[in-house]
C-alpha cells in the first residue's frame, strides 16, 4: 500500500445525480484525511475501469452503484485479499483510514 500511486480507487457506475453525489462526497472526504484517491469518472465501461485500476496497483476500489442505489452501501474490494464488503460511508471512511494510516 506504501508503494501505490493512489491508495483509493474510486469508480462511479452511473453519471446520475445520486451516484454522481455519493461519489463527489466520499471523494472529498477521503481527499480531506489525505488519502490519495484516483477518480475513475469517465465514460468507459465499467470492464475498462476495473482493468486500468489493476494496472496501475491501486489497493482499495471503491464502486458508486446498483448496490449504492438499492442500500446506500458502497462496494470496497480490497486488493491485498480480493475481498469485497459493502459498508455505509461512515464505515467506508473508517475502514480506509485504518488501512491508509494504520490508526
Not at 490519495?36 to 496501475?56: A, C, H, Q, W
Request: proline residues 4%; contains cysteine.
Amino acid at each position: 500500500i506504501a508503494l501505490a500511486p493512489f491508495k483509493v480507487s474510486l469508480i462511479l457506475c452511473k453519471d446520475e445525480a445520486p451516484f454522481r453525489e455519493a461519489a463527489d462526497g466520499l471523494y472529498n472526504e477521503l481527499k480531506a484525511a489525505n488519502i490519495e484517491v484516483l477518480y475513475d469518472d469517465r465514460p468507459e465501461s465499467m470492464g475498462v475501469k476495473f482493468k486500468d485500476t489493476e494496472l496501475i496497483g491501486i489497493p482499495l476500489q471503491v464502486v458508486v452503484g446498483k448496490r449504492y442505489a438499492e442500500t446506500q452501501e458502497f462496494e470496497l474490494k480490497d486488493r491485498r485479499d480480493n475481498q469485497v464488503s459493502f459498508r455505509s460511508l461512515s464505515a467506508l471512511i473508517t475502514h480506509i483510514k485504518e488501512i491508509c494510516h494504520g490508526a
